[in-house]
């Protein structure tokens, strides 16, 4: 534009110039006038320079904002991801926390049905043990009963072993009896031969049981019936005489050796 400006000027004062030499303008009478257009072109570049700067500075500096926006969201991606790695990776430490809770409680109510089960059967046994105990203490007073009139029987036997031991003696003879041991601390067991007419050898025996006050008659061979042993040990009880069990027992032995 100055250019064209400036060239349109050149040939207006060549013009006058030509027309000058030829004859006096009245542009040679008008006062010089300085348009500058110099200081207006040095502007012009000033400006451009100015505003190519301003281009450029705010086209690096949307490129840098752009890079820095593009950094910041790789940052956000990656902070994403390890969170949601973290997230994993605590979920997982939660169901294996809830696991193991679970997996306690279970092993806890399995310890305490253990536990009741075996309070229940402490209980039961120290039950059965009370129980134990009672009948032992019971069996116990009922030895030492049993005890004290073995040992009141045996003190009797023995005041009057002193009168006993010539009849006794006179017994054995003519029944021919003999006295021996049950192997039974309570028992005697009385042996008579000469009760069968047709063996004179074979025995027949009983076992009298002195363990209380009133004597029994527990075994015997060969068997008799119950009811005549009984008879005979009723009359033994009321005289308590030996004598009358002796005989008796004889007698029995000898009519069941003949039937």
Same mark, same amino acid.
């Not at 050149?10 to 010089?32: E, I």
């Given at each position: 534009?100055?250019?064209?400006?400036?060239?349109?000027?050149?040939?207006?004062?060549?013009?006058?110039?030509?027309?000058?030499?030829?004859?006096?303008?009245?542009?040679?009478?008008?006062?010089?006038?300085?348009?500058?257009?110099d200081e207006l072109r040095d502007r012009m570049a000033k400006f451009s320079a100015r505003f190519d700067a301003f281009i450029e500075q705010g086209r690096k500096r949307?490129?840098?904002?752009?890079?820095?926006?593009?950094?910041?969201?790789?940052?956000?991606?990656?902070?994403?991801?390890?969170?949601?790695?973290?997230?994993?990776?605590?979920?997982?430490?939660?169901?294996?926390?809830?696991?193991?809770?679970?997996?306690?409680?279970?092993?806890?109510? &399995?310890?305490?049905?253990?536990?009741?089960?075996?309070?229940a059967q402490r209980d039961k046994n120290k039950a059965a043990r009370d129980t134990l105990q009672q009948q032992i203490a019971e069996t116990q007073r009922e030895i030492?009963?049993?005890?004290?009139?073995?040992?009141?029987?045996?003190?009797?036997?023995?005041?009057?072993?002193?009168?006993?031991?010539?009849?006794?003696?006179?017994?054995?003879?003519?029944?021919?009896?003999?006295? &021996?041991?049950?192997?039974?601390?309570?028992?005697?067991?009385?042996?008579?031969?000469?009760?069968? *007419?047709?063996?004179?050898?074979?025995?027949?025996?009983?076992?009298?049981?002195?363990?209380?006050?009133?004597?029994?008659?527990?075994?015997?061979?060969?068997?008799? *019936?119950?009811?005549?042993?009984?008879?005979?040990?009723?009359?033994?009880? *009321?005289?308590?005489?030996?004598?009358?069990?002796?005989?008796?027992?004889? &007698?029995?032995?000898?009519?069941?050796?003949?039937?």
């Open positions: 534009m100055a250019s064209a400006f400036e060239s349109s000027l050149s040939s207006s004062v060549s013009g006058r110039q030509t027309l000058s030499a030829t004859a006096p303008s009245m542009a040679d009478s008008l006062p010089s006038i300085n348009f500058g257009f949307v490129l840098e904002e752009r890079n820095q926006f593009r950094m910041d969201i790789t940052e956000l991606q990656e902070d994403q991801r390890m969170k949601t790695k973290d997230m994993e990776i605590l979920q997982h430490k939660t169901n294996t926390h809830q696991q193991m809770v679970s997996k306690e409680a279970a092993e806890t109510r &399995e310890m305490q049905a253990a536990i009741a089960s075996l309070s030492d009963g049993r005890l004290a009139a073995q040992r009141s029987h045996a003190q009797y036997l023995e005041s009057q072993s002193r009168f006993n031991v010539p009849e006794l003696d006179f017994w054995m003879q003519n029944l021919c009896l003999k006295i &021996e041991g049950a192997g039974q601390t309570d028992r005697l067991k009385f042996a008579y031969s000469h009760v069968d *007419e047709k063996d004179w050898d074979r025995e027949a025996w009983f076992e009298l049981v002195i363990a209380s006050r009133d004597y029994d008659v527990r075994h015997c061979r060969p068997k008799l *019936e119950r009811e005549k042993v009984e008879r005979v040990l009723e009359r033994v009880n *009321e005289t308590r005489d030996l004598a009358v069990l002796l005989k008796g027992m004889r &007698e029995l032995f000898v009519e069941s050796m003949k039937s």
